[in-house]
Every structure is written in C-alpha cells, then in structure tokens.
C-alpha cells in the first residue's frame, strides 16, 4: 500500500457521483474500475480506498474534459 492508499470515508465518492449525475454519467460508469459496489456505498459507514476513489474522479474528468471547470 503507498503511503497515500489508505481507507477513507465514502463520502467525497457520493459527491463526485452527484457531479457525475450532473454531467449525465452515470454511477456505474464512474464506478467502473474500482472495487467500490453500490452496496457498499448505501452503508453510511463504508470505506473506500484513497486509489479507488482517485479512478471515480478520473472518470469523471475524463468524461466531462479538462476544460470543463469542474475544478478537478
């Protein structure tokens, strides 16, 4: 594990999926990738790992473009 990779909140995923769903993409593809489940997301208590949640954002970048504004 890097000293980056470690386990944290679900939390900032439900943003970025709110974003993504903003920016007609859907759930499913942000979560294409990563070992992140719906499931796991509906449980207030899961924990994602910091790689996982990296590929939701750059999933969701690379969706909307570099120039969006998003300010990933």
């Known amino acids: 594990m890097s ?3 470690f386990p944290r909140s679900s939390a900032s995923v439900h943003i ?3 974003l993504a ?3 007609d993409l859907a ?4 979560l294409a990738g990563t070992r992140i489940t719906p499931a796991q997301l509906a449980d207030p208590q899961a ?3 910091a790689r996982d949640e990296l590929q939701v954002a750059r999933r969701l970048q690379a969706h909307v473009g570099a120039d969006s504004g998003i300010g990933m």
């Not at 759930?27 to 942000?30: Q, V, W």
């Open 21 to 23: 769903a903003e920016h």
């Open 27 to 30: 759930a499913a593809d942000c």
């Open 3 to 5: 000293h980056w990779d």
């Open 47 to 49: 924990m994602v790992s």
């Open 16 to 18: 970025l999926l709110q």
